[in-house]
């Protein structure tokens, strides 16, 4: 149990524990609860994600690097409902305490949490096969929550960024595939080090009709929004957004890649026509690159243009 203080401690101390100047954190890591005071106008939203060794990220990982994705890939949630990340409770599950690989993923982990605000208040560490699972919590006005049931017929349907990078690297990161070293620098970070769309989210919240983040592959995924609102949808696969190193890299597969590849943590959403323009200001003011890639119909699921199959993301 002695490691298992000196863990505690590593976190304790870390600055993204630390609760001064926040009104709405009563009481952070140290005590049996934490305590939080939702501020006044807002509800509380949040979500849990587990990633395990293996199965979720490579054996042997860099724990910077492991701590920044779990991160990453958990506030995404928070992304796609349009909150503001406010706070994270931390499960571990650790093979034995190493003090520096522990300091290496917390350090990983502030990257990120410390300038988006979200605060680490407590968790649980527990002996076994490495892995973490992060709850993160954020605040969200009870109205503007922009969940997967709100898209109607005829809007259109957006994503932003672009996609199949984080799923072609997969071979890259787990050093099945050896290539040169400007391509695995590029791929290294897209899986690594995804960008939560955190305030895009919040600002689309507002011109959006419905909006989730693509975890599993844009066409897998976007179908949640098509079942949640009872609609279906058309998209044009030669206007999916690829980047253009993927595309060089492997021009036969970037599309399928786009579509059926996972871990892009991208924002998909509809919005009605009428929101064009808003869209247009918000995302060119925010520097958020955006994409209308098809439209809301009655029923089905069309991709123009693209004739390989749909299976969504597999994790390794
Ligand atoms: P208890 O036995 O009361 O559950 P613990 O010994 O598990 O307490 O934890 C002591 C304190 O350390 C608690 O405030 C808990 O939230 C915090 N803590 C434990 N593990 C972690 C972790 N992995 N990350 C963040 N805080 C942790
Ligand atoms: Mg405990």
Redesign the pocket.
């Known amino acids: 149990m002695k490691e298992?203080?000196l863990?505690?401690s590593i976190?304790?101390n870390a600055s993204m524990?630390n609760i001064e100047g926040r009104n709405d954190i009563l009481l952070?890591?140290?005590?049996?609860?934490?305590q939080v005071k939702v501020p006044a106008d807002q509800t509380l939203v949040f979500s849990m994600d587990t990633l395990v060794e293996g199965r979720h990220f490579p054996y042997d990982a860099d724990p910077a690097a492991i701590g920044y994705r779990a991160v990453a890939t958990c506030v995404s949630d928070l992304a796609a409902m349009g909150a503001k990340p406010a706070f994270f409770?931390?499960?571990?599950t650790l093979p034995n305490s190493d003090a520096q690989w522990l300091a290496a993923f917390a350090q990983g982990m502030a990257e990120l949490a410390e300038p988006i605000g979200l605060i680490?208040?407590?968790?649980?560490?527990t002996k076994g096969p490495l892995a973490i699972t992060l709850q993160v919590h954020g605040y969200i006005e009870a109205s503007l929550c922009r969940v997967r049931s709100g898209a109607l017929l005829g809007d259109d349907i957006y994503v932003t960024g672009c996609l199949g990078d984080a799923s072609a690297a997969v071979p890259i990161v787990t050093g099945e595939r050896i290539v040169q070293h400007d391509i695995y620098e590029y791929f290294y970070n897209r899986y690594w080090r995804p960008t939560p769309r955190l305030i895009g989210g919040m600002a689309l919240k507002r011109v959006a009709s419905s909006m989730m983040d693509i975890s599993d592959g844009l066409a897998q995924d976007v179908q949640h929004i098509l079942l949640g609102s009872g609609v279906g949808a058309v998209i044009d696969g030669r206007l999916v957004p690829i980047s253009d190193t993927l595309r060089e890299w492997q021009p036969e597969s970037a599309l399928s890649l786009a579509l059926t590849g996972g871990d892009d943590y991208e924002l998909c959403f509809t919005a009605p026509n009428s929101m064009r323009e808003d869209i247009l200001l918000i995302t060119q003011t925010l520097h958020l690159p955006c994409t209308r890639i098809g439209h809301v119909v009655e029923s089905g699921f069309t991709i123009e243009g693209y004739s390989g199959h749909l299976n969504g993301w597999q994790h390794f």
């Open positions: 298992f203080e863990i505690q976190f304790k524990a952070g890591i140290g005590d049996d609860c934490a409770t931390l499960g571990l680490l208040v407590g968790g649980d560490t």
